[in-house]
């Protein structure tokens, strides 16, 4: 589960592969495990409606292989509606992005051994995320499959490099991917919230997506789709 829009000039399968189970994104050749926990693609569908604007930026990657969990690699669970995250502060998103936004040509690496990193953010209003983007300055529409999360003074954020990460919220000890990262103004400035993809807002088309792949029709919040870091 990632972006559409991560595929745009990258659209062959076999370019492609998955790493699980790895806080880094850049593992020892000397690494078995990380060997045995990568998986081809062998299938990259985009929603049918993206067209290259950041509206519908989802994507699903059939693997070529069913995973294997372990303690490292576990599912996550999505809703129908992440209606009830609305003002959540404790959500947290995860990537190996750019760790600083320093000026607007040149951003910070994450420097070496690659650790995966993770910033707690709360999903923000829709109303007021709108209002943030609809001021002159920097005008984007927030479109009704899209949430905001980070926080209004800014500083706590996505980076480039981090798009098709994972938005995660926790419920009763059970992880929900509410959003994937999607798109924004910079990283971390004041009144410019990340700008995710909304989750349920497709939870119908993956469900006819895995009913047509042969997997079971899931019911909400009990098919756990697979969290692929890109």
């Known amino acids: 589960l990632t972006a559409a829009?991560?595929?745009?000039?990258?659209?062959d399968p076999f370019e492609w592969s998955v790493q699980f189970g790895e806080l880094s994104s850049s593992p020892s050749i000397w690494n078995l495990q990380a060997y045995y926990?990568?998986?081809?693609v062998e299938e990259i569908i985009l929603s049918p409606l993206y067209l290259g604007a950041s509206s519908y930026d989802i994507a699903l990657l059939k693997l070529s292989s069913s995973v294997t969990y372990n303690k490292y690699i576990q599912p996550i669970c999505v809703l129908t509606s992440s209606s009830e995250f609305q003002n959540r502060t404790d959500c947290w998103v995860t990537g190996w992005g750019d760790i600083e936004e320093e000026h607007v040509e040149e951003e910070q690496d994450l420097p070496s051994p690659y650790i995966l990193q993770e910033v707690q953010v709360g999903i923000i209003n829709?109303?007021?995320?709108n209002y943030l983007y609809a001021q002159p300055v920097f005008r984007y529409d927030i479109w009704g499959d899209m949430m905001c999360a980070g926080t209004i003074q800014g500083g706590k954020d996505a980076c480039f490099g981090d798009s098709g990460g994972p938005l995660a919220c926790e419920k009763k000890g059970?992880?929900?991917?509410v959003g994937i990262v999607s798109w924004g103004s910079g990283c971390g400035r004041p009144n410019?919230?990340?700008v995710y993809t909304n989750v349920s807002r497709h939870f119908r088309w993956m469900q006819k997506l895995l009913s047509r792949s042969g997997v079971p029709r899931p019911a909400p919040c009990l098919q756990l789709l697979l969290l692929a870091l890109l």
Do not use: T
């Open 5 to 11: 829009h991560c595929f745009e000039d990258h659209s």
């Open 37 to 40: 926990n990568r998986y081809s």
């Open 126 to 129: 829709s109303a007021i995320c």
């Open 174 to 177: 059970l992880w929900i991917q």
């Open 192 to 194: 410019r919230p990340g």
